[in-house]
């Protein structure tokens, strides 16, 4: 069983950053592929970023250039840095941690773009 909790939301300009955390309980953290999901109202929920246990990215082509995935495992946490926001970034961001045939979600976080 994996609980994960995120954390780092919030109000922010555009142009501004922020860093997300996720932060994870349970055993085996390190072979968990993680991953960011963004749901906006009325949207469906999609892909941000994502980190393999070898350390491998993967990137939605809204967010490349600009958003970094990153982890630690002996912290077990998985971190986003989102650097030039866009109003188009707002929404709420989840963490996924996936293994195998299962899959754990985080509650989620806001972080809304706006001046």
């Known amino acids: 069983q994996v609980q994960l909790v995120e954390s780092g939301g919030g109000l922010v300009q555009p142009g501004g950053s922020l860093r997300l955390a996720c932060a994870a309980s349970g055993s085996f953290f390190a072979s968990y592929t993680v991953g960011w999901y963004r749901q906006a109202p009325g949207d469906q929920r999609g892909l941000v970023a994502r980190?393999?246990?070898?350390?491998?990215?993967e990137y939605g082509d809204s967010v490349k250039g600009r958003f970094t995935i990153s982890r630690d495992n002996a912290k077990r946490t998985v971190y986003l840095q989102m650097d030039s926001l866009k109003p188009e970034d707002t929404a709420v961001y989840y963490c996924?941690?996936?293994?195998?045939?299962?899959?754990?979600w985080g509650q989620g976080t806001q972080v809304t773009v706006s001046s």
């Open positions: 980190i393999f246990s070898d350390g491998s990215t």
């Open positions: 996924k941690a996936s293994r195998t045939f299962t899959n754990y």
